[in-house]
C-alpha cells in the first residue's frame, strides 16, 4: 500500500506560480514511477507530467512544457509540481499517482491513468485571468 497526500493547492492569478507537494508513505517510495494528473470540472482526468523512479527523467504534456516541473526527493518520500506562469485554463483538481510496476527501464513513464495503482486525494488549483 502507498498513501499519497497532496498540498499547496489555492488560488492565484494568471501568470503567478505554485508549488504542489505530494508526500508517500507506505510502500518503498523510491521505486514507483510518479505521476501528476488534473482534472477540470466537466472534463477527463488528463495527465501533467511524471518522473521516473531515479528522478533522471520526466516527461509533460505538451501544453505545460517550459512552465511546470516536477522533482522528487526520495529521501522525503516526497514529488513536486512546480507550475510557473500560471493560466486559467491550468485550473482543476491535480493529483500525484503512483506506479508501483517494476518496470526494466528507469525511464519509462505511464501517461495512462491505469497505469498508476494509488492515488491521493487531488488539490484545487484555481487560475484567476
Known amino acids: 500500500q502507498v498513501q499519497l497526500v497532496e498540498s499547496g493547492g489555492g488560488l492565484v492569478q494568471a501568470g503567478g506560480s505554485l508549488r504542489l507537494s505530494c508526500a508517500a508513505s507506505g510502500r518503498t517510495f523510491s521505486s514507483a514511477v510518479m505521476g501528476w494528473f488534473r482534472q477540470a470540472p466537466g472534463k477527463e482526468r488528463e495527465f501533467v507530467g511524471g518522473?521516473?523512479?531515479?528522478?533522471?527523467?520526466?516527461y509533460y504534456t505538451n501544453s505545460v512544457k517550459g512552465r511546470f516541473t516536477i522533482s522528487r526527493d526520495n529521501a522525503k518520500n516526497t514529488v513536486y509540481l512546480q507550475m510557473n506562469s500560471l493560466k486559467p485554463e491550468d485550473t482543476a483538481v491535480y493529483s500525484c499517482?503512483?506506479?508501483?510496476?517494476?518496470?526494466?527501464?528507469?525511464?519509462?513513464?505511464?501517461?495512462?491513468?491505469?497505469?498508476?495503482?494509488?492515488w491521493g486525494q487531488g488539490t484545487q488549483v484555481t487560475v484567476a485571468s
Open positions: 499517482a503512483a506506479d508501483v510496476t517494476t518496470y526494466l527501464s528507469d525511464s519509462l513513464i505511464p501517461v495512462n491513468t491505469q497505469a498508476y495503482e494509488y
Open positions: 518522473i521516473s523512479r531515479s528522478g533522471g527523467r520526466t
